[in-house]
C-alpha cells in the first residue's frame, strides 16, 4: 500500500532526525500545525509543500494515491 502524505512527511522528518517542532521552525510553521499535516487532519497548501521538501533536503513527488519525499541526490 502506498503512504499517504501523512505517512510519507513523518518518515521524512524521523529520516532527518528532527523533533516536530525542529521541522516546523525551519519551515515556519506552527509545530501544531506540522502535528495536524502528519495525522491526515489538515492538507498544506502548495507552498507549504515546497518548504517542507525544501526544509527536508527533498523532492515531494505525489501520483494517485501515492505521496513520496525522495532525498535531493
Sequence with gaps: MSPTFAEALKKARLGKGWTQAQLAEKVGICACTLYKYEK????????????????????????????EFTPHE
Excluded: H
Design 40 to 67: 491526515g487532519d489538515y492538507e498544506p497548501s502548495l507552498i507549504n509543500i515546497v518548504s517542507l521538501a525544501d526544509a527536508l533536503k527533498c523532492q515531494f513527488q505525489c501520483g494517485k494515491a501515492n505521496f
